[in-house]
């Protein structure tokens, strides 16, 4: 299989709440990035951790990458309804993007 | 910021016709363009990696003549689905890689185009 898993598979919070989603991946990587789709919709990039760093922060969104068990995750601190989505994590290797299976989110109001 | 655009977004065809699905560039030149399918609630699958002026990379399992691609230009990709199927009814993705960033492999996508064959 080409994708790498992801879970949990669909997580719904209240606002305010933080979501953490976790990835697993399969082969060597130059990063991991992380992409939030809308409903049938395209993808939005939102964040790149490179396989030198270990964690990063963008406004709300805090990724940790730990190569030795490939595997990377996600928490999105003081969640908004907005922030409803599906967030995919995609490993980056040999210039090909591999997408894991997502997390659907749901923040509830 | 990088756009891609994607047409048509939606598209419902007879079965046995051909379909053709286009991806630009907006404001970037994009050596390489990648196409992607998405079952509902379902991750993204690679379907084939397009470079402009040669032939495309496709994945194993993707039929070649089925899903012809074509990147004749620096701003332009098309995917024709050919003798569409129900069973090719999906939903099919396009991204770009700006030539002008060098280093990670960050992708700017299109909006998607939905095809339903009936």
């Known amino acids: 299989s080409q994708q790498g898993e992801e879970d949990p598979q669909a997580l719904s919070i209240q606002e305010g709440e933080n979501a953490t989603m976790n990835c697993s991946y399969k082969t060597s990587i130059n990063n991991l990035q992380w992409y939030r789709q809308n409903s049938g919709r395209g993808l939005v990039h939102l964040i790149l951790?490179?396989?030198?760093?270990r964690e990063k922060h963008s406004g709300r969104l805090r990724v940790t990458l730990d190569t030795s068990k490939k595997s990377s995750s996600l928490l999105i601190t003081a969640s908004r309804a907005a922030d409803t989505a599906s967030y995919f994590c995609a490993s980056d290797s040999s210039y090909k993007l591999i997408f894991g299976s997502g997390t659907r989110l749901l923040v509830r109001p | 910021g990088a756009v891609v655009s994607q047409h048509p977004s939606w598209v419902i065809c007879k079965s046995g016709t051909s379909v053709k699905i286009e991806c630009r560039s907006l404001?970037?030149?994009?050596?390489?363009m990648f196409w992607y399918r998405q079952f509902p609630k379902q991750s993204l699958m690679l379907m084939a990696t397009?470079?402009?002026?040669?032939?495309?990379?496709?994945e194993q399992g993707v039929e070649k003549d089925k899903f012809l691609i074509n990147h004749a230009s620096l701003t332009l990709s098309t995917l024709t689905v050919t003798s569409a199927h129900p069973e090719d009814s999906s939903f099919y993705i396009c991204?770009?890689?700006?030539?002008?960033?060098?280093?990670?492999?960050?992708?700017?996508f299109g909006a998607g185009s939905r095809l339903t064959v009936l």
């Open positions: 404001d970037f030149q994009a050596t390489t």
């Open positions: 951790i490179r396989s030198n760093e």
């Open positions: 991204s770009a890689r700006d030539r002008g960033v060098t280093g990670a492999n960050v992708l700017t």
């Open positions: 397009s470079n402009e002026g040669s032939k495309a990379t496709y």
